[in-house]
């Protein structure tokens, strides 16, 4: 039984939304501030929390912060953010903060799930299972174990970040348009927000490039989306 903690101030759509999860089978905790919900991940219950979904607009410390916070704590918990305005700024700043995806309030019942189930695939292991790649640069990226290093010091990638990495580097050269990112890491069978690749991308160089406005890994070919090198 997937473990979820659910983040929201507005006690009416935290009760709703609890229900919901619990009624497809998740077990839930809840809590109405970022302050609480952070104190729970340190504390002895957060070991079992596997995703979080997380309101935006919440009294003191905001979902941004709390979002930053969470990642301070660990990379592989997923994260989705629930906006209630849909807001460029807003889910743009929130994914920038290390959320893996997002959905605008109201959200039904069905689209909730469907995201909560695709994060948590992509939290699971996978991948092709091959050596370690590298290259002269330093950057090893080991398959079997899903580990990267660079110069021998590990990156911490989060699950979104790790796959969006080898699928790239399965292909050194293709071009990925954003629209076959989406469906192949994100697992969006409808049409997807490719805000949601830009913004994976640019946290992904900031942990791998020397210098992340001239990647040397993961490049843009405008007008038609990402590639690995060619090295």
């Known amino acids: ?11 009416s759509v935290r009760d709703g939304m609890e229900l919901v999860l619990r009624r497809h089978g998740y077990d839930v905790d809840t809590a109405a501030t970022g302050e609480q919900a952070l104190a729970l991940l340190d504390g002895p219950g957060g070991a079992r929390v596997e995703l979080a979904v997380l309101d935006l607009m919440l009294p003191g410390m905001d979902g941004f912060e ?22 460029d700024r807003d889910i743009v700043t929130g994914l920038e903060a290390g959320a893996d995806d997002y959905v ?9 799930e469907a995201r909560i ?10 991948g092709p299972v091959r050596g370690a790649e590298s290259d002269p640069a330093g950057l090893v990226i080991d398959r079997a174990g899903l580990t990267v290093t660079k110069h021998g010091v ?3 990638l989060p699950p979104t970040e790790l796959r969006l990495l080898l699928e790239l580097s399965a292909s050194p050269g293709r071009v990925f348009s954003r629209e076959q990112l989406l469906a192949s890491v994100w697992d969006h069978s409808f049409l997807g927000d490719s805000r949601l690749v830009d913004a994976a991308v640019g ?3 900031a942990k791998l490039e020397d210098v992340p ?17 060619p090295l």
């Open 203 to 205: 946290r992904l160089r």
């Open 66 to 87: 709390v979002c930053r916070g969470i990642r301070a704590r660990t990379t592989t918990l997923p994260v989705i953010m629930l906006t209630a305005r849909g807001d």
């Open 117 to 126: 189930r695709a994060a948590l695939r992509r939290a699971e292991p996978s």
């Open 104 to 112: 605008v309030k109201p959200v039904t019942a069905p689209v909730l």
């Open 1 to 11: 039984m997937p473990h979820v903690l659910l983040i929201e101030d507005d006690a």
């Open 154 to 156: 590990a990156i911490a």
């Open 213 to 229: 406005a001239k990647p040397r890994y993961v490049q843009t070919v405008r007008g038609f989306g990402y590639r690995f090198g």
